[in-house]
């Protein structure tokens, strides 16, 4: 298990739309984000989420350039941190980091766990709460979903 999981805005924004803010704490007890990915979330986070931002700031002007200030402060904050994790869901972030050889997952590799370990039992009804938000599901995620 990484020992920090670094989440960008967009996973805490379905979560929160979905209800399901929780589930991050039960699989991982702490989440950590950056400021501007706080700033970003513009809502209060909980107290088991706490704020880390890279010290390393050429880092995030250059994945600037490349992706949105969030997720650079994410990937620059993973890029400085050993044996990190983040949860990124926009495909030029995923690019970035696989070029810059960082783990990460997404928000449905998150939902999966969850089910792996029990924590969700009616994936039908998660899949509506989340076509219901304006985060794309292609039907092979789906199935992928409703596989587990």
Avoid: H
Avoid at 17 to 22: P, Q, R, T
Avoid at 132 to 148: C, D, G, V
């Amino acid at each position: 298990m990484p020992k920090l999981i670094i989440s960008d805005t967009a996973c805490l924004i379905l979560f929160d739309k979905i209800g399901k803010l929780d589930i991050l704490k039960e699989l991982f007890k702490t989440i950590y984000i950056t400021t501007k990915i706080a700033e970003e979330f513009k809502k209060k986070t909980p107290d088991w989420i706490s704020i880390k931002d890279p010290t390393i700031l050429s880092n995030v002007d250059t994945y600037s350039k490349i992706v949105d200030d969030g997720e650079a402060s994410a990937i620059a904050l993973s890029k400085e941190t050993e044996n990190s994790m983040m949860i990124l869901d926009d495909l030029k972030a995923r690019q970035l980091a696989d070029a810059l050889e960082l783990k990460y997952t997404g928000s449905i590799g998150i939902l999966i766990l969850a089910k792996r370990k029990g924590l969700i039992e009616d994936v039908d009804f998660l899949i509506l709460k989340i076509q219901e938000t304006n985060f794309r599901l292609t039907n092979p995620i789906i199935e992928k979903l409703r596989e587990e």
